[in-house]
């Protein structure tokens, strides 16, 4: 395991200290190690077993519902089964400190909000959902029970479909702009486990450096955002993300410090 730079961690602890609102920006590198694949790793990577045409695809799904269908049940039976890990349980337990933490996340499993983290925007939607295919809205409850195929949608008795967001689509009304504004609004961003190559959701650090906000991307490997960023922190999501948010309320301002 490759020595971690303290010069690149202690930057990155002393600008998240300094911070009263961060806004977390997560991928699927931020769940590998609760067991979780990625989707862009070379040989284990989601996309590099599984065809996104077919699995992630209003037209995928239409082609062959059963198929899309038990792909997901499969991933959802493995989301159930996996824990939030380290870095997931310190982005929530910065929530202590007093800061407003806002999680931001492509990542569908839930595992942000099981490990307590209290505002999660879910830009690509939820794997724990279902909702009509033709838009009647969110499926009942019991839903999940058929791993084989989709039950009808109890209004119009189409299938039901995964509520995640498949190439092509829109992202859940509202939660982009939602996530645009806390990122140009936050005094700090931590990315972490993003490849920053999926589209809008790439595109939100760029908010917060157009504010001069400060930038701290954590993942092992060099990503798109690595330019963008005002220090990259070479390393797992478990070894780095708990050793950098603060755990302490920030510092009061100096005695007879002058007010702003
Ligand atoms: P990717 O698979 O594209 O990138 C995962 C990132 O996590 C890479 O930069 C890895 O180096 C990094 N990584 C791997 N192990 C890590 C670890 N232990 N700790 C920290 N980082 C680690 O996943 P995303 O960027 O999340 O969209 O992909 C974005 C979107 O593409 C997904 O939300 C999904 C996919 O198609 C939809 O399904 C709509």
Redesign the pocket.
Known sequence: MSELDPAALAQARALLAGADRIVVFT????S??SGIP????ALA?M?ARFD?ERL?TEAGFRADPALVWRWYAERRERVAAAQPNAAHRAIAAAEATGRTITVVT???DGLHRRAGSSDVVEL?GSIVRAKCLEGCGPAPAGWEHDARLPPPCPRCGVPLRPD????GEMLPPGAFERAERLAAEADAMLV???????QP?ASLPWAAVRQHRPVIV????P?ELDRLATVTVRG???RVVPSILPTTRPAPPARGAAAP
């Open positions: 991928g699927a590198g931020v590998a190690e990625t989707f862009r790793d990577g996309w996104p992630a492509q990542n569908v690509h995640v967001v498949w190439f972490v486990g993003t490849s920053g190559l999926v959701a954590v993942d092992p490997n990503t797992s999501a478990v």
